[in-house]
């Protein structure tokens, strides 16, 4: 199931590139690298929202599973939202010439990075025992998503040098775009369930070893 | 609501009284904090008499409130660790709540005195002008205290155990914290005159706009985060 799972994800990013190198060319080539920017950047927020959900649950009824799938989303959103900014940066030098300017979206997608990267931090440096620990990172998943609208508001609605949607000019660019989204998802989805499991099995083998 | 009001107070008075006695934390605050604003002048230099130095005062500022309530912050939850205070404080019939609201207050109070005493010092060492605009300086200073020490007072009492006690505290709040910080230094950019009233453009702190919005996003995340820390803490307290 999950094998098939990760062979879709992989198949559909292999069109999108192929659509994406042929046919949905955009003008200027350093443009193409659209089609891995706004996939990436759709699944470090959707991780982010995983994580929230995962952290919510753990704190309302306090079953293991909840917390594996918050660190597990956490984890995962960390390499989108990396990808997101290199390519991010990437782009700009291309297109702009500068690598970062202190522009909202940019700011915010910085902002998203900072917070996974602590989040993974405080995952690994509270010593109290798991419970606790858990519950800890818990509420700082939720106060953290508190800065996560920002993120999204900046993205969709300020004014910025970063244009929230291009205008394509064939059907073939959509799709390439669409076919890249949708891979992506589903190797974030992937990544999420396969994490959680090694987590899981983790934890088992911890506790037949030292009862 | 007397039994919160009497909780309120008791914890609020102790925690300033054992300060007062004590001078643990206040004296290291204000020296950092002046350390924080020489240092920034001192690297400044070049920029005293252009428009340089009100960017760089206001930046001083900001990192040196935001360093110093690391102390207090830190400071609240550790100071209960000693002889088990923390088991008596959770056995008094109170609401967790109330003993979050009580430390916060506390922290409010330790920041604003370090405040009155290191901001004069910032506005002469940078020679900064608010044009008669205390109340508005007043107001901004007194939000962005009560955000800083929000997250803060709530996180001092989750990281208390640990080893690296400071420093994961420190990049707990601060990643928190960034996004209030951009209104917060664009209102001390306005009132030190290093920017105008109104501004528009693509900038990070061109989205803020004015000086009323900078201020009405400051209360926004002020009432987020000490409604959501307020209603987090008794998880982040418990066994």
């Given at each position: 199931m999950r094998r098939l799972l990760f062979a879709l994800a992989i198949g559909l990013l292999m069109v999108s590139t192929y659509l994406g190198l042929t046919t949905g060319q955009i003008a200027?080539?350093?443009?193409?690298?659209l089609y891995a920017h706004v996939p990436n950047a759709v699944c470090a927020l959707l991780c982010f929202v995983v994580l929230l959900i995962a952290s919510i649950g753990y704190l309302g009824n306090g079953r293991q599973g909840w917390d594996l799938v918050a660190i597990a989303s956490a984890e995962a959103g960390f390499v989108f939202a990396t990808i997101l900014n290199a390519t991010g940066m990437i782009f700009s030098r291309a297109e702009w010439?500068?690598?970062?300017?202190?522009s909202p979206r940019l700011v915010s997608s910085a902002i998203l990075w900072f917070l996974y990267a602590v989040y993974l931090i405080l995952r690994v440096s509270l010593p109290g025992s798991r419970h606790r620990n858990a519950r800890i990172c818990a509420v700082f998943g939720i106060i953290a998503f508190l800065d996560v609208p920002l993120v999204f508001i900046s993205a969709r609605f300020l004014p910025d040098?970063?244009?929230?949607n291009f205008s394509f000019d064939s059907g073939w660019q959509t799709a390439a775009l669409m076919l890249g989204m949708a891979g992506t998802v589903l190797l974030a989805g992937g990544l999420i369930w396969l994490r959680t499991s090694l987590l899981h099995s983790n934890l088992k083998l911890e506790e037949e070893l030292f009862p | 609501m007397k039994d919160f009001w009497l909780g309120l107070r008791a914890i609020v008075i102790k925690d300033i009284v054992v300060e007062l006695r004590a001078k643990q934390v206040l004296p290291t605050m204000i020296v950092l904090g002046m350390l924080i604003v020489f240092i920034l002048r001192m690297a400044s230099e070049s920029s005293s008499t252009s428009a340089g130095a009100p960017v760089m005062g206001a930046a001083a500022l900001w990192i040196a409130f935001l360093f110093s309530g690391l102390l207090a912050q830190e400071r609240s939850f550790a100071a209960e660790q000693q002889n088990g205070c923390i088991d008596g404080l959770l056995l008094a019939p109170l609401d967790p709540g109330t003993i979050y609201l009580a430390k916060l207050v506390a922290n409010v109070v330790m920041l604003s005195i370090f405040e009155l005493i290191v901001v004069p010092i910032g506005l002469i060492s940078f020679d900064l002008h608010v044009g008669g605009r205390w109340p508005q300086l007043l107001a901004v200073l007194l939000l962005g205290n009560l955000g800083i020490s929000s997250v803060g007072t709530l996180f001092s009492a989750a990281v208390q155990?640990?080893?690296t006690r400071g420093s994961l505290l420190s990049i707990v709040v601060l990643v928190i914290l960034m996004p209030m910080l951009i209104p917060a230094s664009f209102a001390l950019l306005v009132l030190f005159g290093a920017m105008p009233e109104q501004v528009g453009g693509t900038g990070s702190l061109a989205f803020v706009g004015s000086f009323r919005a900078a201020l009405g996003y400051l209360l926004a995340f002020d009432a987020v985060f000490v409604v959501a820390c307020w209603l987090l803490f008794p998880v982040v307290i418990q066994e």
């Open positions: 200027p080539v350093q443009r193409n690298i010439n500068i690598w970062w300017t202190p040098i970063h244009r929230p | 155990l640990t080893r």
